[in-house]
């Protein structure tokens, strides 16, 4: 593995050798994260890196593209056919610039858009005030309701109806529940506003239809194709084609200059390797694996918001155990859990302390992890946030964790 450079940088290579060994050993438990095929990492290193244009296939404003113009059209077909999309749009280099050139594509500066709160579960760029959404546009939110913890589509309504806005999104980075699209479209509709669901965590739900699809409901529909996908390092728009014009130039020349073909290359193959049955069989463990994983810390005496989970994740409120998200995030760290802190809906916590962590269960599943070790995990943040600042006690457990870890190798479970 990566011969030349450690011929050439001894300090990078070390760094890359250890980090594998961190994914080998480890439990990953982050929500975002996935282990991609070994295909996604060769297009990722490979000679595409070395072509520049600008354009669209057929269009480009640099020659020499009629390879990466064929793969273009493919990665866009494949798209197109995996989502049941009229257009598609590849080129974005993230998930934030696939909602920036939406943006970009329909808005004016100082237009409004209606997003979901950043800490009741949305992103940044759905409109908080840190970030370019928040600083261009006149961006006001809608959250969850106390109760239910869902979120709460009479606000939605009230907002849209009173503020106007041009924009509405759905879609969260924190949400665990199925969401409503039909409504939220009936809402944007009644006020003359575009519709726009970004699915980055749920798009490998999606294409599995594992989980409802956002795509008949939606004017646009952002995604990346990381997170469920399982796949590049990336983004993408889907739209109706009457939009298809506009989203086009919304990324180049709106947002985007020359592309990156060589992560193309690698979301052209996400979207193959997502509609084999292999991957479908992977996301519905990925949604039982989650449920299994809420159900028996439930039992352990956490809180998990909304009482379950309908997709990859859940939110989980550390409090009945006396603890903050913080601390739990570094114990389970120190053990060789990855998990992020994370603010639950109406959280009395700085956003760097918090009383809640996320925990998705896409990358273990494709590990080869089932219910068992869904509830042998389970068991194991428990002992961690049981022996919090007990040395000894957490050196056992990251044994037990580095056994578990290790016990599922990488590329041995649903992807090569
Ligand atoms: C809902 C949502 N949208 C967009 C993004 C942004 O994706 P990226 O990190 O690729 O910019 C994220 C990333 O966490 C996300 O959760």
Redo the contacts with the bound molecule.
């Keep these: 593995m990566l011969r030349s450079l450690k011929e050439k940088d001894q300090a990078l290579y070390d760094i890359v050798k250890a980090e594998l060994s961190r994914q080998r050993n480890g439990i990953e438990l982050i929500a ?1 994260e996935s282990y991609v095929p070994e295909a996604i990492m060769e297009l990722q290193g490979s000679v595409l890196t070395n072509k520049t244009a600008e354009g669209y296939p057929g269009k480009r404003y640099h020659a020499g593209c009629h390879e990466v113009d064929k793969m273009e059209t493919l990665g866009i077909e494949r798209a197109k056919e995996l989502f049941g999309a009229e257009h598609a749009n590849i080129q974005a280099h ?6 920036q050139a939406v943006y970009s594509a329909i808005l004016e500066p100082g237009d409004t858009i209606l997003g979901m709160r950043l800490d009741q579960g ?5 409109g908080s005030g840190v970030n370019f959404s928040g600083r261009m546009y006149n961006c006001i939110s809608y959250g969850l309701d106390r109760e239910t913890e869902i979120i709460d589509y009479d606000e939605v309504e009230r907002l849209a109806k009173e503020k106007r806005p041009k924009l509405l999104i759905a ?3 924190a949400y665990p529940r199925l969401i409503d699209y039909e409504r939220m479209s009936e809402i944007a509709r009644e006020v003359g506003a575009y519709f726009m669901v ?4 749920i798009a490998g739900l999606v294409a599995a239809k594992v989980i409802p699809s956002p795509v008949p409901y939606a004017d646009f529909v ?3 194709t ?2 469920t996908l399982a796949g590049a ?3 993408f728009i889907l739209c109706r084609a009457e939009y298809a014009s506009k989203v086009d130039k919304g990324i180049f020349p709106g947002v985007q200059g020359s592309m990156h073909f060589h992560v193309m290359g690698a979301k052209a193959h996400t979207f193959k390797n997502a509609m084999t049955s292999k991957y479908r069989e992977c996301m519905q463990q990925v949604v039982k694996n989650a449920q299994k994983l809420a159900q028996e810390l439930s039992q352990r005496g956490f809180r998990i918001v909304t009482g379950g989970t309908d997709n990859h994740l859940m939110l989980v409120d550390v409090r009945p155990k006396g603890l903050t998200g913080v601390q739990l995030d570094e114990a389970l760290e120190s053990v060789g859990i990855t998990v992020n802190k994370n603010m639950i809906p109406f959280d009395p916590e700085k956003p760097t302390v918090t009383s809640g962590v996320r925990i998705g269960t896409t990358a273990m599943t494709i590990k080869g992890m089932k219910e068992a070790q869904a509830e042998q995990i389970a068991a194991l943040i428990d002992e961690v946030a049981c022996n919090i600042g007990d040395k000894t006690a957490l050196e056992g457990i990251a044994r037990k964790v580095t056994e578990l870890g290790s016990s599922f190798p990488l590329y041995q479970g649903y992807f090569k």
């Design positions: 975002s993230s998930g934030s610039q696939a909602n949305g992103h940044l760029t759905h879609g969260a980075s970004d699915m980055a965590h952002t995604s990346t990381t997170k390092r990336g983004g």
